[in-house]
């Protein structure tokens, strides 16, 4: 049985990451031909829970795991780490005296419980809302009145917290934030908002510059050296990067130019795009850089699956700067004119179909778990399907391992 999950974060008021929910794909309409959904969640919990492993999951974060009514009632829920744990009850689960009881001896344990796309009309007396610490609104679903609404029923006995789940912009966060949700779940820190002819400060526009240096065809060390040694803040990310767990290096290096001489052309030009696209994102929330990451070492990593081994560090760049228009709050077309990237990369991120464009989609099709597109894009790219779930976790673990 194929088995793909991907985790989507879940963020608080400060834009600081609470937790993550798994989505994983777990239906017949998704190509489970003969396995039902309950076998389909119980895989995933297993295969994630225990071969990935919850730390490499979300680090200390909490985890929101999809219940159904038979897998709450089989005790499944409690293969989650207590401490980090959410049993997520699915909207269509009907409350019964034999399931309140498994809920309540879940919340006893210390696992957060969470109430999945509530709506009000049915649900005014809903015994799991005495039990819930946190209940989702689908926004897509439920009008402002009812958001409002819900606001004002839930929030007065000031014990669960109320999550905005498909928020999509970053005036419907605002608007929910003033109505007293406290969670936030969805893509929206994602997208740009562009203000006609914003300035760009006199820090980013160096960092540019930096951008344009790398984008020579000969890179000059000595150049290199020089600015990053009069940017503290560079300095510190490249030591960090270079003494990480993920090049174990047997004496710690402390100088600029030892750490390049390490790294070589090749991964300086990587490193340096690396550190440069972080600082233009410190305004932004921090999951946002995680995504930008995460993005280029799976589209260098699927290019170098597929041979295109001259090109990955084009398919690398590709990613990193794939949400520049959100760190600068441009429209793309503007700034990839001031940024040396291939042509094919720079039309892949316009939207142009090319190579470029199809491992681009691949990587965002996973990373939303449009599970129903998967099939179709491997194919295009000549890839067996259940190579793409084995790429996005060592990905993340990279991610992880080197920056984080």
């Excluded at 969640?41 to 829970?49: C, D, G, K, Q």
């Excluded at 001896?105 to 957060?112: F, K």
């Excluded at 000969?218 to 510190?236: G, M, T, Y």
């Excluded at 550190?275 to 305004?283: L, S």
């Amino acid at each position: 049985m194929d088995v793909f999950v991907a985790k989507q974060a879940i963020l608080d008021v400060k834009q600081e990451v609470y937790g993550y929910e798994l989505l994983y794909r777990s239906s017949d309409q998704n190509h489970y031909t003969g396995v039902d959904g309950d076998e389909a969640s119980l895989a995933v919990i297993r295969n994630v829970l225990l071969v990935i492993g919850s730390d490499r999951i979300s680090g200390r974060n909490k985890i929101f795991v999809n219940f159904t009514k038979n897998l709450l009632l089989r005790g499944v829920a409690s293969l989650l780490p207590t401490e980090i744990g959410v049993v997520e009850i699915l909207e269509d689960v009907e409350p019964a005296p034999e399931l309140i009881k498994e809920l309540k001896q879940l919340h006893s344990q210390g696992y957060t419980l969470a109430l999945d796309d509530f709506i009000l009309q049915g649900n005014e007396d809903n015994p799991f809302l005495e039990l819930a610490d946190i209940v989702k609104v689908d926004f897509r679903q439920a009008g402002i009145e009812e958001r409002v609404e819900i606001a004002r029923r839930l929030l007065r006995g000031g014990r669960a917290k109320l999550l905005a789940e498909k928020v999509e912009t970053r005036e419907e966060v605002s608007q929910a934030i003033e109505m007293g949700y406290s969670l936030f779940q969805g893509y929206y820190f994602c997208k740009p908002v562009i203000i006609a002819r914003r300035d760009i400060p006199g820090y980013k526009i160096n960092y540019l510059r930096i951008l344009k240096e790398l984008g020579a065809e000969a890179l000059n060390f000595k150049s290199l050296q020089d600015i990053i040694s009069h940017d503290p803040a560079l300095a510190f990310k490249l030591l960090k990067y270079i003494n990480s767990s993920y090049f174990a290096t047997k004496q710690k290096v402390t100088s600029i130019k030892r750490a390049l001489e390490f790294l070589g052309e090749n991964e300086i030009k990587k490193w340096a795009s690396i550190a440069v696209v972080m600082e233009f994102g410190k305004d932004q929330p921090f999951e946002l850089m995680r995504l930008s990451l995460l993005r280029a070492r799976m589209s260098e990593t699927i290019a170098h699956n597929l041979e295109l081994i001259k090109e990955k560090s084009s398919f690398f760049l590709m990613g990193l700067l794939s949400h520049m228009d959100v760190l600068l709050g441009r429209p793309m077309e503007e700034i990839l004119e001031d940024i040396p990237i291939g042509a094919a990369p720079k039309d892949a991120l316009l939207g142009k179909p090319n190579k470029y464009k199809e491992i681009f989609d691949l990587v965002v099709a996973y990373e939303m778990a449009d599970w129903a597109s998967i099939p179709e894009l491997t194919s295009r790219l000549g890839m067996d399907q259940n190579e793409v779930s084995p790429i996005y976790w060592q990905s993340l673990e990279w991610v992880d391992r080197a920056f984080m």
